[in-house]
């Protein structure tokens, strides 16, 4: 609203200008009487001109502090995850010996001749729920769920080559199967300017 009062007053103080002048080159008594009248309403339409610039220049820094605050606190909520994340891939390295084959634990994890992994996108930011995910070697189903209107897939590869993808979906799920050898494979999102934006993560294979 102020940004077009602006502009309404700045438009309006230059065609007041240009009208003045063009009378004064017509009528030589002008402004003559009326020249208070012309210096309050120049003034008039400069004050307004500036304060609603000043307004408009107020709401943008605010709107820009505003911003910068989300981009922190998701900074925050990234770095604050990481540790945690870290925590529960040495728990799972110390107890890894002691599972059975055949066997699955939640979190991303798969146990024994391949299995299946959870993965889901974020419903309001392009990013996956994490960026770390395991499996035991063998037959490797990814099961992915995207809650949001914008498209995203989960595609694996290694060594810069793509091994399998879901499809590009929006608020449902897909899955993609392929044979996985012991190793360390990327996760990312195929859409062009997603992974970019951070959709990807590793994929460790035991």
């Known amino acids: 609203m102020n940004e077009t009062l602006f502009y309404v007053f700045g438009i309006g ?16 008594s002008f402004p003559g009487k009326a020249f208070p009248l012309v210096v309050v309403w120049f003034l008039v339409l400069a004050g307004a001109a500036t304060t609603f610039a000043v307004l408009h220049a107020q709401e943008e820094q605010e709107h820009k502090a505003a911003e910068l605050e989300h981009a922190g606190k998701e900074i925050e909520k990234k770095e604050g995850s990481e540790p945690f ?11 890894e010996g002691g599972e059975e084959e055949g066997g699955s634990e939640a979190g991303g994890e798969a146990a024994g001749p391949g299995g299946t992994i959870e993965l889901a996108a974020d419903e309001s930011a392009l990013a996956y729920d994490t960026d770390s995910l395991e499996s035991s070697a063998g037959e490797v189903t990814i099961d992915f769920t995207n809650p949001s209107s914008i498209g995203h897939d989960v595609a694996i590869e290694k060594d810069g080559e ?8 929006t608020q449902g799920e897909d899955s993609a199967t392929a044979e996985l050898e012991p190793g360390s494979y990327t996760f990312f999102c195929s859409v062009p300017g997603h992974r970019e934006a951070g959709m990807e993560g590793t994929l460790t294979v035991r």
């Open 13 to 28: 103080l230059a065609v007041s200008a240009v009208v003045f002048s063009l009378i004064a080159l017509k009528v030589q």
């Open 85 to 95: 994340e870290e925590e529960e891939a040495e728990q799972h390295a110390d107890t």
């Open 162 to 169: 793509e091994i399998t993808a879901t499809e590009v979906i």
